[in-house]
């Protein structure tokens, strides 16, 4: 081996994985190129010169010998005119950290029915469960970014073991924010993935990222998401962020860009329900994906129906009103649903249902109606509520010359005590 290589050896034994080094011995003349050559030629001239000029009878061999001994001392002068250096250059590769996040909010467990030709096509050869991708089958989106990740492609390895050649791969999961993933050997890089956060906020998350790669050489952040933001701003208004911390932002958007789903949106119900009288709940309802479809809208308490009604969505409605009336009978605080039964072809069946609480009462509210003189307005209200079976009228005409008896709903004078107002 020549001396480099020998002094590498020397010197490092053993070299850290991406970290190569370089050793060189450097001359600087200290007078210069030019100036070092002249003096280190005069210095040979003189010890010839001096040879000579000693005048000693000598033989030419002996002369030559001193003078070759007189030339090799005065050149262990010449590195005093030179700078020697020996320098050390070791340097570190390395690969680039891209963070791969996944959505784990409850709209990734949201089961999209994938067909042959369709957007199936994108999804590794099996699929989850052992069910075949080409298939028709509902497949839950986060399932979907665990076999986009994980599953073994063309015996070259998963995309993550194809990511981490090029690049040090760091696994986070996000909603509301972002955190590192745990790791399994299940989902190599990931752990136990549970889509069941109720919110999805892109930008805070992507921010949370973006500073933890902050002092890296960074690849970027490589994001499997449905979109379904739904918290924390619009992402597009803080890619500028990103962008300027040179931190390119690279998506992966799960799920069907079309599901079918029909939604109970709002229950619309009076909180105060009388017995044995007929009430009435509005329910808004909003589809997507469907042209033309009539479901029915059940309202029960309970195991319980208590009614139901029909809804009509037509081609360009994509939210109407459904109206309901029902009879209660038992008097309490009851908890009632409305929902609509899952259709065989819809996508999420959690929006499909909706609560509220209503107490019912078999007692009559009790009105005291002050008036001075029976106009036509005091006949008009009168009148009014005395058909209204869930009000008890009382009437004292103040104007009018006192009646020992007078017939109901009118009293003489007003009540003395507490209890008379219960």
């Not at 490092?12 to 070092?36: C, E, K, M, V």
């Not at 042959?116 to 497949?139: C, E, F, K, M, R």
């Not at 709940?281 to 129906?305: A, D, F, H, M, N």
Request: charged fraction near 20%; aromatic fraction near 6%; charge should be positive.
């Amino acid at each position: 081996m020549n001396g480099s290589i020998w002094l590498k050896w020397l010197l490092w034994p053993q070299q850290l994985d991406g970290q190569s080094s370089d050793l060189a011995l450097r001359a600087y003349p200290l007078l210069g190129t030019a100036g070092t050559i002249t003096a280190g030629i005069g210095l040979v001239i003189l010890a010839i010169w001096i040879s000579r000029a000693k005048g000693l009878d000598l033989s030419f061999r002996r002369r030559t010998l001193l003078a070759i001994l007189r030339i090799a001392a005065v050149a262990c002068l010449v590195p005093m005119l030179i700078d020697l250096s020996l320098q050390v250059q070791v340097s570190h590769s390395l690969k680039p950290t891209l963070a791969v996040a996944v959505d784990t909010s409850q709209s990734m467990s949201l089961q999209d029915r994938y067909a042959a030709g369709g957007s199936a096509a994108s999804l590794p050869t099996t699929a989850v469960g052992g069910i075949p991708a080409s298939s028709p089958a509902a497949v839950s989106r986060i399932d979907i970014a665990k076999q986009l990740l994980v599953a073994d492609r063309d015996a070259q390895g998963s995309r993550l073991d194809q990511l981490s050649r090029s690049a040090e791969f760091v696994p986070f999961t996000f909603d509301r924010t972002a955190r590192p993933a745990g790791i399994n050997s299940e989902s190599p890089g990931f752990g136990e993935l549970d889509a069941s956060a109720p919110f999805t906020a892109l930008a805070p998350s992507i921010d949370e990222m973006v500073e933890r790669l902050r002092g890296r050489p960074t690849a970027g952040v490589l994001l499997l998401s449905d979109g379904a933001n739904n918290t924390g701003g619009s992402p597009l208004a803080a890619s500028a962020r990103w962008k300027q911390a040179g931190v390119p932002v690279h998506t992966v958007t799960l799920g069907d860009a079309n599901p079918r789903d029909i939604e109970v949106r709002q229950v619309l119900a009076n909180d105060l329900l009388f017995s044995d009288d007929p009430a009435t709940v509005v329910v808004r309802l909003r589809q997507r994906g469907y042209q033309t479809q009539r479901v029915p809208v059940i309202l029960r308490s309970g195991s319980q129906e208590l009614g139901r009604a029909d809804a009509v969505f037509e081609e360009s409605a994509s939210e109407i009103n459904v109206a309901i009336t029902f009879t209660p009978h038992q008097a309490g605080e009851h908890t009632f649903r409305v929902e609509v039964p899952p259709q065989p072809d819809e996508t999420a069946h959690q929006n499909n249902h909706r609560s509220f609480v209503a107490r019912v009462t078999a007692d009559k509210i009790r009105v005291l109606y002050l008036e001075g003189r029976p106009r036509w307005q005091y006949r008009f209200l009168r009148d009014a509520m005395n058909r209204d079976r869930r009000l008890k009228l009382q009437v004292l005409l103040t104007g009018a010359e006192p009646v020992s008896n007078p017939p109901p709903p009118l009293i003489s004078s007003l009540p003395n005590n507490r209890d008379a107002f219960k």
